[in-house]
């Protein structure tokens, strides 16, 4: 049975199916090099959530059935993908005259990982036959300048692993994760927003000098940092308020996060957060909904960042509550650069916006955003990252983006309905 037909119109009842149920309703159910059960297999991991990565990933190292390492193999390579790499699966059993490798993992800033996949480290790995690969794969022009070797394993407990690999000659050259340490990273990535977030993360994959502790204290400093910025203002105090005039002049920016130390620095006003499960369970919804709509299956980036497996379908999914002070807009979000940028490139990219209280959300093609933003007002925050004010207000019968000393824009031809 088509595993991807019976995906597109009964999704819930392919979530509800193990591992080994997915990959025997993939093709033909015989999962090898080059068949139509792997290439269905790749495309359905590609469209469903990290934490049903993650479920399947648990069942492939805990339930052992027929061919659960080369199936555990394509589940690391679409964890790859998660963090920004361009990730080529390898392939499931050698061939003579075919370079063995499980993955190759090329960063955005240049470094290639040759990536191995191991369901235990009980059998003694040849790290010799694993420099051989990286060799020959270096001379075929398969790698870029810099490159490395990174072992996935199943297990936690891989001291054993770890004392041959320091013991080698390989030891600037070779680096062990664990399976769950993998996914918790996929998982933060996705729950923070800064790109530079994500380059630090990979940056723990390649090899690294630990005598000097400033580059792994540099990774915990940026990701700590962006996690602190995540919550989402619920409602300001009567002090902050926005005018809901086109034309509003602001006496104090209504920033779109809001950490402690901007309370502390206004010394004033009141913030009141949306839980951040309540909120990313709606936006979830949301960007649901979209899918259906556009007839794709997309899984986050980031936070507030979504695309399909074929990058060709992208959303930026801001949320906000409604507002009931006086002169306020109903509903005010941030659009920020980086947002922009990642929507420019792609064929068909909405600005998403999420209403807490509504059953609808609006998503605003790309091409019809782009041409608002130098009429936007703007805030430069404390790192010099400037983004623009999006206001939504009361028009006519629905909503509109406010678009100061210009006509607001109607929001009603942008509407899909959530459930």
Known sequence: MPLISIFETAPDSVAKFSIEQVVSTAGDGALKDDSACSAELREYLGKVGTEKI?????????????????????????????????????????????????????????????????????????????????????????????????????????????????????????????????????????????????????????????????????????????????????????????????????????????????????????WHFTDAQVLQAKREDVIAALGRRETASLVRKSRALYWNAQRDVRAACSMSKRYTGKNQAPYWYAYHPQWDTFLEEAERGFFVLGCMDMETAFAVPHATMKPLLPSLHTTTNKGGTTYWHIHLIEHGAGLAISVPRSTALDLSQFQIAIS
């Open 54 to 270: 993650a479920r399947y990933v648990d069942h492939c190292l805990t339930v052992p059935f027929q061919k659960n390492g080369m199936v555990l193999q394509d589940l690391v390579n679409e964890l790859g993908r998660r963090l920004d790499y361009v990730a080529t699966n390898g392939r499931y059993q050698g061939v003579q005259g075919k370079i063995g490798f499980d993955g190759l993992w090329l960063s955005p800033e240049g470094h290639t990982l040759v990536v191995e996949v191991k369901t235990t480290d009980a059998y003694r790995l040849s790290l010799d036959t694993l420099a051989t690969y990286r060799s020959r794969l270096a001379e075929a022009g398969k790698l870029s300048a810099e490159s490395s070797v990174l072992i996935v394993v199943g297990r936690q407990d891989t001291g054993e692993l770890e004392a041959q690999i320091r013991g080698s000659r390989h030891a600037w050259d070779i680096r062990v994760i664990s399976a769950e340490a993998l996914i918790k990273l996929v998982l933060l990535k996705e729950s923070t927003e800064a790109a530079e977030t994500g380059l630090k993360m990979r940056s723990l994959l390649t090899p690294i000098e630990y005598t000097r502790l400033d580059r792994m204290v540099d990774v915990m400093f940026t990701t700590a940092t962006d996690v602190e910025e995540e919550p989402e203002p619920d409602e300001q105090a009567d002090d902050n308020v926005v005018p809901a005039t086109p034309d509003f002049a602001m006496t104090k920016a209504a920033p779109s996060i809001v950490t402690a130390a901007d309370l502390a620095a206004t010394g004033k006003g009141t």
